[in-house]
């Protein structure tokens, strides 16, 4: 008995210390960020656009519009896309174009964001003979949309086959059946979903710099030259001058930021449906 | 109410025929219950009769069921229509989780496109009347379907199959995920049920096919490699005194199964 206890006791004390070293670096990156990007944080940061070198000030909101712009066409594009792929391979796909389907997704989630990147570049920026935000916004739906599409259809699986007989049972069409009782039934997983593929639009860098190129000023022309976050971030952060490179952390905290308003409201919602899935 | 008949009926899960030739007339307006051990395909037949079993991927069904004079299997027909005058309670109790309890009862009806509320109300309250349930949940029409207890969440079920009009019940093992005042609410459900649907029950609780059954029809599987049959069917009280086939008294008296 004594010794059950002490295994017991070294094992949670082994778990204990996993759990910590898993949350050290966490605790750091925030650390780190807020100390070396707080001083950048102030109003002319959200609302004035980058200074020039040298210049002390100045702000990051081109970027920040330029990120919402461009993360926004790409949810606008990848969720309808990653709901339907996902509701497909879930619900009525069989046999080899669903193998196909659901292979390509998987390729896509593994592909480096750079690849997607140049894949874009070569498709769109070189046809359109413009960077552009619209061409960032497609590089990162080759990003997001597997990421919709697994994630989802995971989320799809775990609905109970008893509802959809239930609803088949009651005389009620599959499709009808899928959209009314499948899809509510997911709801908030399906959210998270959308959640961790926007988070993951807000951070990347390497796509964006191939499609969307950057742009020192505030630009809303989906057609034209966009700036973003995580690009600012790249390029102050390897500049020379200290003003650009406390941007670059204030750029950080941003994202951080961002990130965690996601998280946390992915988790607010999913803990809501799970109440009232009860 | 009509008759149904089930004609030279058999069933597949893709290569493995699990119903071989099936034949049998359910009568209306009576209590018909489907006894047998387990495996031996009595769900399959249950789901073959408002035409679910084809919805399980791979499965295949060939041979007649003819409800009235309505050929359920025929080219034209809409297996959506079949299931709305057949309807089905399933095993395990299935309120769908983001509805209320007044949502779920009403679903089959919005679901096919009615939406007007205060006959989707009536609809409601008549057939929770009819299971059993709305002097318990009729203070509770907007709390959450998915928080129920079983028994009510069943009996809830049965309000929702009830709700689209159907005049045939298919119960496969109402009560045998429920507990005893549970099983006995839904027992006596069924006993006021068979004044306005007919109702076809799977059970393999031998008791309970003899307590609330008119007809019993015994089923067996008795090698993998053939498929199963009906081995007899009659009036429950001979099937339950006087079986003619050595294997129903062998089951019945308790021997194997």
């Known amino acids: ?278 | 109410m009509s008759d149904l008949q089930v004609i030279g009926l058999n069933a597949w899960f893709g290569a493995d025929r699990v119903l071989g030739d099936i034949n049998m007339k359910v009568e209306a307006g009576r209590v018909t219950a489907i006894i047998g051990p387990s495996g031996c395909g009595k769900s399959t037949l249950l789901r073959c009769l408002n035409r679910m079993h084809e919805e399980v991927p791979n499965a295949r069904v060939t041979g007649k069921v003819v409800y009235g004079d309505w050929d359920l299997y025929g080219p034209d027909v809409d297996p959506t229509d079949v299931r709305c005058h057949i309807g089905m309670v399933f095993q395990r109790p299935n309120p769908f989780p983001t509805m209320t309890v007044l949502e779920n009862v009403v679903a089959g009806l919005r679901l096919r496109g009615h939406y007007d509320r205060a006959s989707l109300h009536d609809n409601a309250e008549r057939a929770m009347r009819l299971a059993g349930v709305w002097d318990e949940l009729k203070d509770r029409l907007n709390r959450p379907g998915g928080r129920l207890s079983g028994g009510q969440a069943q009996r809830l079920c049965i309000a929702r199959a009830l709700a689209v009009g159907p005049d045939m019940l298919l119960m496969d093992e109402p009560a045998s995920a429920l507990d005893p005042i549970s099983t006995q609410q839904i027992e006596d459900t069924i006993q006021e049920l068979k004044e306005t649907v007919t109702i076809v029950i799977v059970t393999h609780n031998m008791q309970q096919a003899a307590r609330i059954s008119d007809r019993t029809a015994f089923m067996l599987r008795e090698s993998h490699d053939r498929p199963s049959a009906l081995i007899e069917y009659d009036e429950t009280r001979v099937m339950f005194t006087a079986p003619t086939d050595k294997r129903t008294e062998a089951y019945i008296t308790g021997r194997f199964g």
């Open chain 1, 1 to 278: 008995m004594t010794a059950r206890k002490a295994a017991s006791t070294l094992f949670m004390g082994a778990l204990w210390v996993a759990g910590l070293v898993a949350v050290i670096p966490l605790v750091l990156i925030v650390y780190y960020v807020l100390l070396k990007g707080l001083p950048a944080v102030h109003v002319g940061f959200f609302t004035q656009t980058a200074p020039p070198p040298g210049v002390p000030g100045g702000g990051m909101s081109q970027a920040m519009w330029g990120t919402g712009l461009i993360v926004g066409m790409a949810t606008l594009i990848s969720v309808p896309l990653g709901v339907l792929t996902a509701v497909y391979l879930s619900e009525f796909g069989r046999g080899r174009l669903a193998v196909g389907v659901r292979f390509v997704a998987e390729i896509l989630l593994s592909t480096p964001s750079i690849v997607a990147g140049a894949f874009i570049w070569a498709l769109v920026v070189v046809a359109m003979h413009s960077f552009s935000a619209l061409a960032g916004a497609i590089a990162l739906t080759v990003l997001m949309w597997p990421i919709i599409t697994r994630a989802t259809e995971e989320t799809l699986r775990l609905v109970p086959d008893e509802l959809r007989e239930a609803a088949l049972a009651l005389g009620v069409p599959r499709w009808k059946m899928v959209l009314r009782i499948v899809i509510p039934t997911a709801g908030s997983g399906i959210l998270t979903a959308v959640m961790l593929a926007v988070a993951r639009g807000f951070g990347e860098t390497a796509p964006i710099l191939l499609t969307s190129l950057g742009n020192d000023f505030l630009n809303t022309n989906p057609l034209q030259p966009t700036d973003a976050v995580p690009l600012r971030i790249y390029n102050y952060a390897q500049s020379a001058f200290p003003a650009w490179q406390t941007l670059a952390w204030g750029g950080a905290i941003t994202l951080l930021g961002a990130v965690l308003v996601l998280s946390i409201g992915a988790r607010l919602l999913s803990d809501r449906q799970q109440r009232r899935l009860g």
